[in-house]
């Protein structure tokens, strides 16, 4: 089976807690348990704060770190509120689907795993999750969206073994 997460160290701590098999995993969940083909791509850029606040400012005027932002490659968003989003596409048929990319900033989301009393390869991993759900059409914006996507969330952490993080 391909990679389906391709990933970019640019902050060295990354290398300490295991990133690419807690990316893979979860983004093998992720689609099986949408009932997704496995044959996808996602990029992820593992930074630091330094380098995601300016991605934050650039992408959503926000001048801050944070923790997970992403980059869908293609609007998949649902029609109404609380609704499914759109099935992602292969621009060639045969090859995997591009969903977009993801960047993670390394010194926020070791202060949240630590402020929450969990390990941050747990956090991580539903960073991992909460983002590639966004690049697949589902957002937080509204209630109803909201309530759709922390289910479908802890669901698949708890199919991960990993506790609900709300």
Known sequence: ?????????????????????????????????????????????????????????????????????????????????????ALPEADFPGEPTFLGDIAL????????AAAAGKPVEAHVTHLIVHGILHLLGYDHICDEDAALMEGIEVAILGELGLPNPY
């Open 105 to 112: 900033a390394w010194e926020t989301c070791r202060a949240e």
């Open 1 to 85: 089976m391909n990679e389906i997460v391709e990933i970019v160290v640019e902050a060295e701590p990354w290398d300490t807690i295991g990133l690419p098999e807690l990316a893979e995993a979860a983004a093998i969940r992720v689609l099986r348990h949408l009932r997704l083909p496995e044959a996808a791509e996602i990029a992820l850029l593992a930074t630091d704060d330094a380098r995601i606040a300016v991605l934050n400012a650039d992408f959503r005027a926000k001048e801050t770190a944070t923790n997970v932002l992403s980059w869908p490659a293609e609007d998949l968003s649902a029609e109404r509120p609380g609704g499914q989003p």
